[in-house]
DNA sequence: CTGGCAATATGACGTGCGTCATAGAAGGAC
DNA sequence: GTCCTTCTATGACGCACGTCATATTGCCAG
């Protein structure tokens, strides 16, 4: 974990595998710290604003890095369609699930179930963190030739079913759901393309 | 609350409810006795497994709950096609927000999020609470014409995408996700009867 | 060398948590 | 009545948490 990013940094990451793993009540600024292999001082340096502060960085960074693999995902598609977008989404979670089991889960789903009942300002913040993973699927989703209308519609389709098989396939430790998902969805996403 | 149900089954409900807020890791027993208008000296007569016991019931009641309302939405569909009960299982949801807030989510979702990475006899849990409830969804599918073979993959389908617009509905507060994803899925579902 | 600022180190404080110990009430059995 | 089981009441314990106060280091500008 002491690798060559700053410290400041490894704390965020750090604090994002914790809430995919315990969600954000469940995550110990102590032990976030000790696994970024950080300075415990530099918590209150770094981020002044509290634990609120590190959780919304952590889930900020998190979106960042979805909308960023989606990008990789479309340019190394060699046939650009939604159904093969969507597929390579879902590969990416069975890789993870096959090399390091259940134990992680998205960290924006987390922080939705734990906060966006009760701290509003947090909410706020993983509403954008899903905008940001949005946007640019259905930006793809354009590109691809879906008519803008549907785009948004069928990213959210995308998601939703995307996050919802992550946790089915958490809770039952088998990733059936995801493939389920995938071959049930590929057809309807690629119809989109046709007409 | 301090309605015509024993105290134990209180608790256990308001144990659920918590959980739907604030996941498991932000569910404080003391609390959820208060809700419960019930006494704290009966929460280690009645459980004396502990959080971990009140919780399993909690999720338990849950599943129970949830599969009693898929069998109540089959029976109230006048033309029962897959998507037409799909749209109420959506539109259950739609009718919380409204009147409720997004305040809550559902409890196997939080309870996926906060523990299957960290304990496994809980994720054993929600694995068969998640099971309970989509063995009735996958039995309507097939009384209403799919194919055996596809009627678990759909109702996999069906539970992911519903718990992931839940999700994002929470986050945006926002009942929009619910509404794309019962529009975009219903051709697919319906189609899944013809063939 | 030295002042000053960024970064780190470490201990303490108060709070809330799950759990436990122990005692008391309620009410039927006999 | 008395006894016993079921349920309730209440306080305390230990622990882990987020936060704060306060030193101390490292390092570069002047």
């Known amino acids: 974990m002491a690798n060559g990013h700053s410290p400041r940094d490894r704390i965020v990451y750090a604090a ?11 995550t110990a600024l102590r032990d976030v710290v000790e696994r970024a ?13 509290g634990k609120d ?3 919304a960085e952590a889930l900020a960074w998190s979106a960042d890095y979805a909308a ?5 995902y479309e340019q190394q598609l060699r046939t650009p369609t939604p159904g093969a977008l969507f597929a390579l989404m879902a590969r990416q979670w069975q890789d993870e699930f096959d090399k390091r089991g259940y134990t992680r889960g998205c960290p924006l789903l987390a922080a939705t179930a734990d906060v966006a009942g009760t701290d509003d300002e947090l909410r706020a913040t993983v509403e954008a963190a899903f905008d940001a993973w949005l946007a640019p699927v259905g930006a793809a989703l354009k590109r691809m030739g879906v ?10 389709l995308m ?17 059936a759901p995801l493939r389920a998902v995938v071959r049930e969805l590929t057809p309807l996403l690629d119809q989109a393309v046709a007409q």
């Not at 292999?37 to 604003?49: D, E, N, V």
């Not at 960023?68 to 990789?72: K, Q």
């Open 159 to 175: 998601i939703s079913s995307l996050e919802g098989a992550i946790a089915l396939a958490r809770a039952r430790a088998d990733q």
């Open 37 to 49: 292999c950080a300075p415990r001082g530099s918590l209150q340096h770094y981020f002044p604003g």
């Open 147 to 156: 008519p803008p209308a549907r785009a948004k519609s069928l990213a959210v």
């Open 16 to 26: 994002a595998q914790s809430i995919r793993e315990r969600g954000v009540a469940g």
């Open 68 to 72: 960023a693999a989606v990008a990789r």
């Open 53 to 55: 502060q590190l959780v």
